[in-house]
């Protein structure tokens, strides 16, 4: 009996021991592996927070990593270069933070350029009281001033192109170029336009047309061509 009894209690205790042990590396697992959060917060209050391509706070918010698995965060404003990070939640590679704090940085491009609404558009010169040959001589000595090199030009037609003046950024690529055409005869008008475009990426080529799309706004550069051709050609 007193053996019988003896067994039991250890077989008893047997059971309990690996009972506690799985349990216990169960605990465990779902430590390491369970949901993580984090006080996530940027130097912006109103920096619009993506979290896998949602828009889902502005400034500051909680983040949810989920169990064995990453999220991307995308932090942008006007005026600042766009952040991007990763946390994990997954054996074998670093912990997600309890909190993160991002402190952004100003975007230069946005800093060396002005916003405008006459960026890619047509903008009117009607020689009233100057000859075509003064409004010729006139733009080109006011385009030469800007750029270095034309493209084309041709006094007959009344057409003129610089080349692209690109200018690099850390997160962006700004080219610049401006097109003359003669619009009318009697009286002589000419047709300006000053073209901007933005890639978005930094070290862009040039003559990468298909990473370039308009920009609304302009390098300070440049800014003063528009203005400078309406005060001296009238």
Request: charged residues 25%; contains cysteine; positive net charge.
């Amino acid at each position: 009996m007193t053996k019988r009894f003896l067994l039991f209690i250890f077989c008893l205790s047997i059971g309990t021991f690996t009972s506690y042990s799985k349990s216990n590396l169960d605990f465990n697992n779902s430590v390491f592996f369970g949901k993580k959060k984090i006080d996530f917060g940027c130097s912006e209050t109103d920096a619009e927070i993506y979290v896998n391509g949602k828009l889902l706070g502005k400034g500051s918010m909680e983040l949810v990593v989920p169990t064995k698995d990453c999220i991307t965060i995308i932090v942008q404003k006007i005026g600042f270069l766009t952040e991007k990070i990763e946390f994990c939640n997954r054996k074998n590679m670093p912990k997600p933070p309890k909190s993160y704090y991002l402190e952004l940085k100003p975007d230069d491009a946005y800093n060396a350029s002005i916003q405008t609404d006459i960026a890619n558009v047509d903008i009117e010169f009607t020689c009233n009281s100057t000859t075509k040959d003064k409004a010729w001589r006139l733009i080109n000595q006011i385009i030469l001033s800007h750029f270095d090199v034309l493209e084309m030009t041709d006094k007959e037609t009344g057409y003129l192109r610089t080349a692209w003046s690109l200018q690099t950024f850390r997160q962006n690529s700004i080219r610049t170029r401006v097109i003359v055409k003669q619009a009318n005869d009697s009286p002589v008008v000419f047709k300006v336009k000053l073209i901007s475009e933005q890639s978005g990426l930094p070290q862009t080529s040039v003559k990468s047309d298909q990473l370039f799309k308009e920009w609304d706004r302009v390098l300070r550069t440049y800014a003063n061509i528009i203005s400078e051709l309406q005060a001296r050609i009238k």
